[in-house]
């Protein structure tokens, strides 16, 4: 790592072994804004946990690390990807959500949507139009069943008592992006992590200062 370089260039850098590109740097720059916010996720306890005994944050941030890898399936393949190869073609797309939700199997791709999620997911579809400027023939045009997707969900999930629905889920476009950026599925876990560790340190510093903790 470099200590005068920026976060999200220096990640690209020692993935690709070179500098990115700026649409690559701004998009995947656009994927850590999206994903800070971890919300109070069992991670986010688990560093506030620590920090408590005044252990540092090097400790908050690996226990928040571990309870995160523990929450997370760490595959060779990822879950959404390989559903989506299954679907192939746009036209099974509405089949494919009908059998989804009447046996409430949605593979990661649906969710009820909320306010944060619709924030997140908005700026994520910016960071895919920007790749979508150059594409990349060694990764799988998803647009199509994206698009797909989006519409089947919105014909055929009606909402519920609350006014919410299912819609693509937030972890939907994260995959797809991170494919588009070439991240291979087996360093999915530790992207992930990577752009929460910001707010786990932010975890562990409300807490020392409520505690009135000495790090």
Not at 104 to 125: F, P, S
Request: a negative charge; one cysteine or more; charged letters at 25%.
């Amino acid at each position: 790592p470099h200590a005068d370089v920026c976060h999200d260039v220096d990640t690209l850098r020692m993935y690709y072994g070179m500098m990115p590109d700026e649409d690559t740097l701004k998009a995947y720059s656009l994927y850590l804004q999206a994903m800070a916010d971890c919300s109070f996720s069992p991670a986010a306890r688990a560093a506030r946990i620590v920090a408590a005994t005044g252990a540092g944050y090097v400790s908050s941030v690996v226990s928040a690390f571990s309870a995160f890898k523990g929450m997370t399936v760490e595959n060779e393949k990822s879950e959404i990807l390989m559903t989506l190869d299954a679907i192939y073609f746009p036209d099974r797309v509405e089949g494919w959500i009908k059998r989804a939700v009447n046996e409430n199997d949605l593979h990661g791709i649906l969710e009820k949507g909320t306010a944060k999620t619709d924030w997140q997911i908005e700026i994520l579809k910016q960071a895919l139009e920007m790749l979508a400027r150059n594409p990349d023939e060694n990764t799988p045009d998803r647009a199509p069943l994206v698009e797909a997707i989006e519409t089947a969900t919105r014909k055929l999930c009606p909402k519920d008592a609350e006014g919410n629905m299912l819609k693509p889920s937030v972890a939907f476009y994260q995959e797809i992006l991170l494919e588009k950026l070439g991240f291979e599925p087996c360093s999915y876990i530790n992207l992930k992590a990577l752009n929460q560790v910001v707010e786990w340190i932010a975890h562990a510093r409300d807490e020392y200062l409520i505690t009135n903790t000495q790090v």
